[in-house]
């Protein structure tokens, strides 16, 4: 299995990349999350990866955080769910906001995905349903704190016995930038108000 591939970069072709590792060319399909993140042409990258191997292809998917790559992992596992549909949906969408659209069952936030319709958004919200949590705690490539503050205060809500879609809510209430302590407590007060 190829988990990791550090080199050069010398394509862009969306969704294609391709990367030169110590003289070997590997084309890397990434989601457009991870292709706007990337280097400039030339520049040095780095990126997990997840090799797919089917009976007519062996195809590398590359990411640039581990919550990314934990995601498509889940993704793929759903029956009816490939790849290429695994990679319109981290495109579309980032790791915290898909986790969020599971958490609080928003199928119309899939929907607006193209390649998603309404059975596969149902399909989605059922079987991720508390799976991407992992994927939360994992680093981001951008590490914002902002959103690290929130998965705090999160994560302290379901500690006190809040369901998720009842946490996820009290967090979009917080205003971004805030910190731990203070996110947790104008979480926990709009939660006493509803």
Known sequence: MIGRIA????????????????????????????????????ERVTLLTHLAVREDAHQLYGFGSAAERGAFRELIKISGVGARTALAVLSGLSVTELAQAISLQEGGRLTKIPGIGKKTAERLLLELKGKLGAALDAPSAGGAAASDAGTDVLRALLALGYSEREAALAVRQVPAGTGVSDGIRLALKSLAKG
């Open 7 to 42: 080199g050069t970069l010398l394509e862009k072709n969306p969704p294609s990349i391709l990367v030169d590792a110590n003289g070997v060319g590997y084309e890397i399909d990434v989601p457009m999350s991870t292709l706007y993140n990337l280097p400039s042409v030339g």
